[in-house]
């Protein structure tokens, strides 16, 4: 049986989470005189000058109605990377807990785990990119305290099969993380919307692919409101800027916006996916339900550096265990595209 606070850190547990000003203080006021801002103004702009709200209210609110969950199973980050970092620190005790992640797969698991010493367990993916299943539940040991799975999964753009993913979530009793950061490019449902099935359940999600939101950072996680709370508490106070909260808060409002443009990426991905196979230098396009398509190539460093050359960059993935020989190609506009096909006919 998974037991939220059996995992905890201990020193999570104990310590007391910061208390800012604004917590402090409830009700109306005209003078802040509490948070040693500059009440003369700012220079960057309006409000500016004001510490945002910690808890990020209105975002949430929004959020929850849009995804159908509770605004208290939604802890935001500073970008997704924020919550994948505070996961390790709520739940691995450095130099002594473990963690799963399944490569080829997105690099800031590891990255995350070598900056908290939280020793690496790594089951390859099989050779169509989906789980091993045996081969991971026997990898689980007793300090084994997160699982990572990507899904869809970065570099190689497929969906992890959904029985794998729930036969992990009924037999490991520390967090499962399902990364859904491509989700809405794919066919797949949400995890969110089987939260209250599975207490270990973690999903993570971004504005930062479909909204078109990198440079903002912004991302959630979703669990149950126990665990969401422990994230709030070891959190920086502030680590949603107000220019973020407003503007996302106007992007919400775009949700047919949305929609077009995710339908215009996958009809552009759709198109990269008939016309690469026909061109000599490409082997195998894999499947995608992302917004990027793996895609094995004769000479992928030769290609990779041809295309620079052109003023193309694409991610040179041929140095993974399991994408030998391949390009990570994220789909552009029809222009962007037309080039790169043009350039890789011209490399041949
Ligand atoms: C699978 C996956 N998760 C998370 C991220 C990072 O998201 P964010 O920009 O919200 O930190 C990326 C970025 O490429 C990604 O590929």
Redesign the pocket.
């Known amino acids: 049986m998974f037991n939220l606070n059996a995992i905890i850190r201990p020193n999570v547990q104990k310590m007391k989470a910061y208390s800012s000003a604004r917590d402090e203080f409830k009700g109306a006021a005209s003078v802040f005189l509490d948070a040693n801002e500059n009440n003369l103004g700012s220079l960057a702009g309006e409000n500016y000058n004001r510490y945002p709200d910690p808890h990020q209210k209105k975002l949430k609110e929004r959020i929850a109605e849009l995804k159908g969950v509770q605004p208290d199973q939604i802890f935001l980050g500073n970008?997704?990377?924020e919550a994948i970092d505070l996961l390790f620190r709520m739940v691995c005790r450095p130099g002594q807990d473990a963690m799963l992640h399944l490569p080829p797969t997105?690099g800031?698991y590891e990255v995350s785990a070598n900056l908290n010493d939280v020793a690496l367990e790594a089951v390859q993916l099989t050779s169509d990119f989906q789980i091993p299943i045996e081969e991971l539940l026997a990898q689980v040991k007793p300090n084994t305290k997160i699982i990572f799975i990507?899904t869809p999964n970065?570099p190689t753009g497929n969906a992890i099969e959904t029985s794998s993913i729930e036969t992990i979530l009924r037999n490991f009793n520390g967090l499962v993380v399902l990364?859904e950061?491509?989700v809405d490019f794919g066919q797949t449902p949400s995890w969110t919307t089987r939260l209250a099935e599975f207490p270990n359940l973690v999903v993570?999600q971004?504005f930062?692919k479909a909204w078109g939101m990198?440079g903002l950072?912004l991302?959630l996680a979703f669990a149950s409101a126990e665990l969401i709370s422990v994230l709030d508490k070891i959190k920086p106070p502030y680590n949603i800027n107000e220019a973020t909260q407003e503007l996302a808060l106007e992007a919400l409002t775009r949700t047919e916006a949305l929609k077009d443009m995710v339908e215009e990426i996958v009809q552009e991905r759709t198109l990269l996916m008939q016309t690469l196979p026909t061109l000599k230098t490409v082997e195998k396009v894999f499947p995608s339900d992302a917004n990027f398509i793996l895609v094995k190539v004769k000479d992928a460093n030769g290609l990779y550096k041809y295309l620079l050359g052109e003023g193309i960059v694409v991610r040179n993935r041929s140095s993974l265990p399991g994408c030998e020989g391949c390009l990570r190609i994220s789909v552009g506009t029809l222009e962007e595209n037309q080039k790169l096909l043009q350039s890789i006919a011209e490399f041949e």
């Open positions: 970008g997704s990377d997105y800031m990507c970065n990364d950061a491509y993570l971004t930062s990198a950072r991302g």
